[in-house]
């Protein structure tokens, strides 16, 4: 089952992103204890209106446990978004990080898919791409894009199967991505 996320899945959504996170060589995910780091993922999803905030996430649901999660807003509210992470009560060691992840990944008139991600006991049931079909479907009118690692040979299947097309390559925090678009006569295929 996908649905909207509630304040209460935020520790699960937090263990997904900080995987994310993980793959992107994020310098808090580094230098900061796993437990303390997850602790304030979790409060900037309910906290502050960060990217990851609960209400930019759907969740898929099997047998009553979050098995992935799809994090997605408007491109031109990405920074907006970044800097709410600066608005929330951290300690000084936190803060001199800045923001996780300050690189601005969208364009503004796109609908952004930030992050799609899948716990490992899950993955191969269709969790990522039935949530991706989710928020494309669900929001047809918007112009949607994401980006995939170019070695993520998995992901990067899944997105062209659905219509995704690239449009160009870029170098996101040390990992070269494909920045895809869905072109909007391929929604609603």
Known sequence: MIRKAKPCDTPKI???CYIIWSELDI???ED???SRLLKIMEQSMIDVHYRGHY???WVYEIEGEVAGCLIAYPGDKEIALEQAWLDMDLDDDIRAYGTPMPMKEANDDEWYIETVATFPQYRGRGV???LVQHVI???SDKKWSLNC???NDGAFYVYKKIGFQIVSEFDLYGHMHYHMILPIS???Q
């Open 55 to 57: 209400s930019n996430t």
């Open 14 to 16: 937090a263990e997904l």
């Open 27 to 29: 310098q808090m995910v």
């Open 137 to 139: 479907e669900t929001y």
């Open 32 to 34: 900061i204890d796993k």
């Open 128 to 130: 990522a791409t039935q």
């Open 149 to 151: 690692d170019v070695h």
């Open 186 to 188: 391929d929604k609603n």
